[in-house]
């Protein structure tokens, strides 16, 4: 059980330039989550894999946002024409869990997205 | 929509004393809760997880109780540390959403 690993840690990018994120979760787990957090606050949801299915989004996730998560492994969160307010720290999760049960979830320790 | 909050936002306390920190939530239709701990610019560290039909968990020095009727959980840590210092957030499962507290920022002073 290496953890789930985020990447790249730090991104820097100019206001309207596209991003994309990876994350890898424990190889076990069915479920992954990705996550925003802004300072001084609590993560936000923003969208829900069960194996390669996306199952939940919120409406926090413009039609800039997307995620994929291919044959149920690693997923990607895009970012398209970047903006100044997408600026936070982008966490993701991942879990093993069936029907209404869930295991604990696990977090990586996130990309921080800075906007210039 | 789920709402969650942490009381108190801040809280120091000297070494060695017990301590309990707050969650509520809005809907008691929840399937579990988790209590995280989180050290600056870090991701989240999973310390309990109470499942609906249960009432409490614990893990060392740290017990977590869950309320589902009255919407509230409560973490109690026991004679506290230095390495105790965190922010601890408390996040709801409603189904395919989990939805976080702002946390409760824990100093704790040698």
């Known amino acids: 059980d290496t953890g789930v690993s985020q990447n790249p840690r730090h991104k820097i990018t100019k206001r309207g330039q596209n991003v994309t994120f990876r994350c890898d979760p424990i190889s076990e787990h069915n479920r992954l989550y990705w996550y925003r957090q802004t300072l001084g606050q609590g993560p936000e949801f923003l969208t829900y894999f069960q194996n390669e299915a996306q199952l939940e989004k919120s409406r926090l996730l413009s039609d800039r946002f997307s995620a994929e998560r291919p044959k149920g492994s690693f997923s990607t969160l895009e970012i398209q024409r970047t903006e100044q307010g997408d600026s936070a720290m982008y966490l993701c999760?991942?879990?093993f869990g069936t029907g209404e049960g869930n295991q604990p979830q696990h977090f990586g320790d996130g990309t921080r997205l800075s906007i210039l | 929509k789920q709402e969650v909050t942490q009381i108190p936002a801040a809280l120091s306390v000297p070494e060695g004393e017990n301590l309990v920190l707050n969650c509520s939530f809005t809907d008691s239709a929840i399937y579990n809760l988790q209590w995280f701990r989180q050290d600056p610019g870090k991701g989240l560290t999973s310390l309990l997880l109470i499942q609906s039909s249960q009432r409490e968990q614990t893990s060392g020095r740290l017990n977590a109780s869950l309320d589902k009727s009255s919407g509230r959980s409560t973490l109690y840590i026991a004679a506290s540390q230095p390495g105790d210092s965190a922010t601890y957030l408390c996040a709801v499962n409603g189904g395919n959403q989990f939805y976080f507290g702002t946390g409760t920022s824990l100093t704790v002073i040698p």
């Open positions: 999760a991942s879990s």
